[in-house]
Nanobody, 126 residues
Framework: QVQSVESGGGLVQAGGSLRLSCAASGRTFSNYAVGWFRQAPGKEREFVAAISWGGVTRYTDSVKGRFTISRDNAKNTVSLQMNSLKPEDTAVYYC????????????????????WGQGTQVTVSS
């Protein structure tokens, strides 16, 4: 099974940038769609962005134009570049992987994913 390991979180001022990485261990990310979710204190875990194993992307409206998801299948990594960060982006960010036969499939439902990482904290100060 694929395990996902997140890194790159931290503390940043509003307007700043962070780059999160999700590394696959155990297997490759080939044939896996990958999604990023986030959970703020007292809130449910919500979809942020997803990328199909063929490179098709999907974003939630609140991050469009600010976040970019990408993948490097040769390195078994998926990245989330976050620019123009806002205090409301503060959350624990999770990477999730879904085994799929669809080259273009992107998934925004938490229950659609098979494997989850432990999360990385992102804090944006105002």
């Amino acid at each position: 099974q694929v395990q996902s390991v997140e890194s790159g979180g931290g503390l940043v001022q509003a307007g700043g940038s962070l780059r999160l990485s999700c590394a696959a261990s155990g297997r490759t990310f080939s044939n896996y769609a990958v999604g990023w979710f986030r959970q703020a204190p007292g809130k449910e875990r919500e979809f942020v962005a997803a990328i199909s194993w063929g490179g098709v992307t999907r974003y939630t409206d609140s991050v469009k134009g600010r976040f970019t998801i990408s993948r490097d299948n040769a390195k078994n990594t998926v990245s989330l570049q976050m620019n123009s960060l806002k205090p409301e982006d503060t959350a624990v960010y999770y990477c999730a992987a879904k085994l799929t036969t669809s080259i273009s499939g992107t998934y925004y439902g938490r229950n659609e994913y098979d494997y989850w990482g432990q999360g990385t904290q992102v804090t944006v100060s105002s």
